[in-house]
Antibody, heavy 125, light 106 residues
Framework: QVQLVQSGAEVKTPGSSAKVSCKAS????????IGWVRQAPGQGLEWMGR????????DYAPKFRDRVTITADTSTSTFYMDLSDLRSEDTAIYYC??????????????????WGQGTLLTVSS | DIQMTQSPSTLSASVGDRVTLTCRAS??????LAWYQQKPGQAPKLLVY???NLQKGVPARFSGGGSGTDFTLTISSLQPDDFATYYC????????FGQGTKVDLK
């Protein structure tokens, strides 16, 4: 049973960067997809990007491509989402989620579950 | 980019009701659709993948259907634990979520 545990809440100032971690346990992480999704206060879910281990590949949503970096430390089964040039509108809960890929579809897309508990990032001066 | 549109935004229902939520894709996504449930203060929970496959452990009162551009999530008999917000997500190309449907008590 895969479990994802995320780092704690952070408060950052505009223009700075934030790095959220997501530690996985309970499964095999030699072949995995980890996605990152955010949710602004009172709003819906927004996919930011993902890392695919067996392809050594990352993909990002166009909106975040210039500011987000997703990495993995396979030795500790920990995944990271780094968001730079923070703005007040980046205030949100950030989730990591374990992705599954269909053999028929291939790595074009993934569905996500389970999810980490979420990390609240507040950007304020 | 593929856009996902859910309707209605809010659905008011009573315990025991059969409810159907709708999700429409801006282009053909075949069967590559998932549904999630989210309760206040909690992370989303996967309910259905590949349009109609129930995730392990999800009650059988939930069912998903559709293909192409039009999809549904049906709860056959609404239970108190089902009042929540539901999101659809396409994954034929990366991922896009719908804006959500909140199911509340009539």
């Amino acid at each position: 049973q895969v479990q994802l545990v995320q780092s704690g809440a952070e408060v950052k100032t505009p223009g700075s960067s934030a790095k959220v971690s997501c530690k996985a346990s309970g499964g095999s992480f030699s072949n995995y997809v980890i996605g990152w999704v955010r949710q602004a206060p009172g709003q819906g879910l927004e996919w930011m990007g993902r890392i695919i281990s067996f392809m050594d590949k990352t993909d990002y949503a166009p909106k975040f491509r210039d500011r987000v970096t997703i990495t993995a430390d396979t030795s500790t089964s920990t995944f990271y989402m780094d968001l730079s040039d923070l703005r007040s509108e980046d205030t949100a809960i950030y989730y990591c989620a374990f992705g599954s890929i269909s053999v028929r579809l291939g790595p074009r897309g993934a569905w996500y579950g389970p999810w980490g508990q979420g990390t609240l990032l507040t950007v304020s001066s | 980019d593929i856009q996902m549109t859910q309707s209605p935004s809010t659905l008011s229902a009573s315990v025991g009701d059969r409810v159907t939520l709708t999700c429409r894709a801006s282009q053909d996504i075949s069967e590559w659709l998932a549904w999630y449930q989210q309760k206040p203060g909690q992370a989303p929970k996967l309910l259905v993948y590949q349009a109609s496959n129930l995730q392990k452990g999800v009650p059988a009162r939930f069912s998903g259907g559709g293909s192409g551009t039009d999809f549904t999530l049906t709860i056959s008999s609404l239970q108190p634990d089902d009042f929540a917000t539901y999101y659809c997500q396409q994954y034929i190309s990366y991922a896009t979520f719908g804006q959500g449907t909140k199911v509340d008590l009539k």
